[in-house]
């Protein structure tokens, strides 16, 4: 059931959990998440990258992918389809593609530009009946070009950004994308907990959760994140069941080579690893 992720992140916050925003990089990534979701009874965001989006043939086909998959698996739970990381003008591509949700990524702009470009975008995804993300501070690494040393957000353009009428918004704490050196000092919880008492009621978005110990991803959900994402964990578990395949030489027996073959331990590595996200973010049940 295609919808915008609002109503869902209010119900997390309220309920002291978090919703699971999960990329999607092509149809077998697609089908795991949405069954794994459907089979625990939980809300799901499937987020698309621009580089993601322009790998599976622009977001025109990744909608309609989508939109075609949740009816023909008749997935009842709720399911927003969300561009992750944009840019101004990636939000309108997704707005016209048909795309649930938004993320503007005006994090790297400075505070005036990203307040200005968030209010117009507010404006229209709302009378659409979108969702909108903002972001603030930087989140650490490399994502379709955009680098970051990690700066962490100040509250006080977190507020300015909340009062905008966004519906979700990521801030930067000290989280990475990509895996985490063995150095990584932690999640920032001071500069969270000042976040939220600045925004209030506002649902706040941990990004890069690959690699963030349990007890403080939960501990996060506890200071007001309703949305966790996660995309290089599967990756990952994606990889390594594929590579396992191949070196047992699955693929040379009858008709391993088969892409559906082939492709089918990777899909069901990135099932287990969502249904164990999901467990952790307390969303299992919630739909």
Not at 18 to 35: M, R
Not at 79 to 108: N, P, Q, R, W
Not at 115 to 132: C, D, M, P, R, Y
Not at 277 to 283: Q, R, Y
């Amino acid at each position: 059931m295609l919808v915008n992720a609002a109503e869902m992140l209010k119900e997390a916050k309220k309920g002291h959990y978090a919703v699971g925003h999960f990329n999607i990089n092509n149809l077998e990534w697609t089908k795991s998440i949405l069954l794994t979701a459907e089979e625990l009874k939980s809300p799901v965001i499937l987020g698309v990258s621009e580089g993601a989006g322009k790998y599976m043939a622009g977001f025109d086909t990744v909608a309609a992918m989508v939109k075609a998959m949740d009816k023909s698996l008749g997935i009842t739970v709720p399911v927003a389809l969300h561009l992750d990381h944009g840019t101004y003008e990636g939000c309108y591509k997704c707005i016209k593609a048909g795309f649930t949700s938004i993320m503007y990524d005006g994090s790297h702009d400075d505070i005036e530009t990203n307040v200005n470009h968030t209010k117009e975008l507010v404006a229209i995804a709302h009378h659409l009946g979108l969702s909108i993300e903002a972001e603030v501070g930087g989140i650490g690494g490399e994502e379709d070009g955009v680098v970051s040393m990690g700066e962490c957000a100040d509250p006080e353009e977190c507020e300015r950004i909340a009062n905008l009428g966004v519906d979700m918004l990521a801030a930067g704490i000290g989280n990475i994308h990509g895996v985490y050196p063995e150095n990584w000092p932690g999640l920032r919880f001071d500069v969270l907990d000042a976040i939220q008492q600045k925004t209030g009621d506002m649902p706040l978005v941990l990004h890069g959760g690959t690699g963030i110990p349990d007890d403080m991803v939960k501990k996060a959900i506890t200071l007001g994140v309703s949305k966790v994402n996660v995309n290089t964990e599967c990756q990952l578990v994606f990889a390594e069941a594929t590579r396992k395949y191949i070196e047992a030489g699955k693929d040379k027996e009858g008709k391993g080579f088969d892409p559906r073959k082939l492709l089918a331990p990777g899909a069901e590595a990135i099932k287990g690893k969502v249904k164990e996200k999901m467990e952790l973010f307390g969303s299992v049940g919630k739909a």
